[in-house]
């Protein structure tokens, strides 16, 4: 896994995430050279854990209005679906104004406008790339059921569902019974549902990872082992170790941590890691067709080929901060709660770092400050929803066509100011 000095690629790509390896892949399949930097090909990542919706109903920003005093009180719960680390916040802060900006009216609107134009034509371009690895056997179309609790919550979030629905997405209601025919395994708690037909889920967000890794490297990517510390832009990267890695284009696609690399070049940008965790139940026991949402709650449970995952949860403490497990095992009361018959057994947990913007927005284009330097991250919670379609728009902008969906929505120049 390693590349002599002296090869130029026509593209490195920094990340080999699942954002990461789907850029390499696009550019592959249109006969580009590609080099892949990771420090660690095969490790964890926010790609491997992930709840596996291809939640493409998700065309609405996190940032809701009202979301401010609700989330005072989730933070008054130690174990709520939010928690801060306040060390976190003189940093962080930036961030947060800039979240709150996003809820207003307006650009609300706006915002959900552009996240429908990528979510639109996931199918377009992520069936290609499933067919092509040999995932379309794990991807299962049965759509996703949100639910809810009580008719307050469901009367508050009709004009959202409204928006949703104008903007292309399918769903319908359904009441306490069709819920209970839809899913017999969750709690008779549900008074009302929203089943959304064009969702779907994959079998094992890992394994896909693994598929796509193993056909970049079939395709002739080459992999570079290191930490990229700097883009420089007429060369290549620089590692930590000294070395660089020589390329004509590069494509920043680090998740979460793609923040430092973009200030290496002075690009600015507000990117922060979501925390996010889940408990991933292999003998859960029960029968659940489709992931199921739990619209007061804020957690989701997917059925996996793996197990069952029971995931959510928003926690800002930084990259670095260990993990707190024990947000899982409060996911896992959830579980318990909602859906009485799981079987946790040998349940394992994980929490990765959702590569979040304040807007929802991901960042996908050119670096205004650099041209040789293409951006692709930034997904928040919709990075594998939205990998086929940054690959095929990263393609576009390296193969100098028109980008199939107008890309100033996504620009990094939106944080310069
Ligand atoms: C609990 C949870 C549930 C989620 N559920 C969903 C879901 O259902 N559907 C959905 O679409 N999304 C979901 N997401 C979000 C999704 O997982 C992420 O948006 C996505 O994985 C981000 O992919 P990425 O390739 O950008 O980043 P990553 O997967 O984090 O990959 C980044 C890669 O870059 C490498 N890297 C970083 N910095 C450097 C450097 N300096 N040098 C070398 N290598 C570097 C890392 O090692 C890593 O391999 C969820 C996330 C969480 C946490």
């Not at 199918?123 to 794990?138: C, S």
Request: charged share 20%; net charge neutral; with cysteine.
């Amino acid at each position: 896994m390693s590349q002599p000095r002296q090869e130029i690629a026509d593209v490195i790509v920094v990340g080999a995430g699942v954002v990461g390896l789907s850029c390499a892949w696009a550019l592959l399949c249109e006969g580009a050279s590609v080099t892949l930097i990771d420090r660690d090909f095969e490790g964890d990542r926010t790609s491997h854990g992930n709840a596996g919706g291809i939640a493409v109903s998700e065309n609405t920003p996190i940032a809701v209005h009202g979301m401010f005093t609700q989330a005072a009180k989730w933070l008054m719960d130690p174990l709520g679906p939010l928690a801060l680390d306040w060390k976190h916040v003189p940093s962080a802060l930036p961030w947060f104004m800039a979240f709150r900006r996003a809820a207003e009216p307006a650009r609300f609107d706006a915002i959900s406008r552009a996240l429908s134009r990528l979510n639109n034509r996931v199918y377009e371009d992520i069936l290609p790339m499933f067919d092509d690895i040999g995932a379309t056997a794990m991807l299962y179309r049965r759509g996703a059921l949100t639910v809810y609790e009580t008719d307050a919550a469901f009367a508050a979030d009709q004009p959202e569902w409204a928006l949703k629905r104008e903007l292309g997405v399918r769903w319908h209601t359904l009441n306490q019974d069709e819920v209970r025919a839809a899913e017999p395994s969750l709690a008779p708690v549900f008074r009302h549902g929203v089943f959304l037909d064009d969702w779907s889920h994959i079998g094992d967000p890992r394994r896909l990872v693994t598929l796509l890794r193993e056909r970049v490297m079939a395709l002739g990517a080459r992999f570079v082992t290191g930490v990229a510390r700097a883009l420089e832009p007429a060369d290549g990267v620089l590692l930590d170790d000294g070395s660089r890695v020589f390329g004509r284009r590069i494509v920043v696609a680090a998740g979460a941590w793609s923040a430092t690399l973009a200030k290496s070049v002075g690009d600015r940008v507000l990117l922060d890691s979501e925390r996010g965790y889940n408990a991933t139940l292999p003998r859960h026991g029960i029968a659940l067709s489709r992931e199921v949402i739990f619209a007061e709650r804020k957690f989701v449970a997917t059925p996996l080929d793996i197990g069952l995952r029971i995931g959510g949860a928003a926690e800002f403490a930084g990259l670095a901060a260990p993990p707190n497990y024990r947000r899982s095992e409060a996911l896992l009361a959830l579980g318990r709660r909602f859906l009485p018959d799981i079987d946790e057994t040998d349940a394992v947990n994980w929490m990765g770092h959702r590569p979040s913007t304040p807007d929802s927005l991901p960042v996908i284009g050119v670096s205004p400050r650099a041209p040789s330097v293409v951006y692709a991250f930034g997904h928040g919670h919709l990075g594998l929803t939205q990998s086929a379609t940054t690959a095929a728009l990263v393609a576009d902008v390296l193969g100098e066509r028109m980008p199939r969906v107008p890309l100033e929505p996504y620009s990094i120049a939106r944080f310069q100011h």
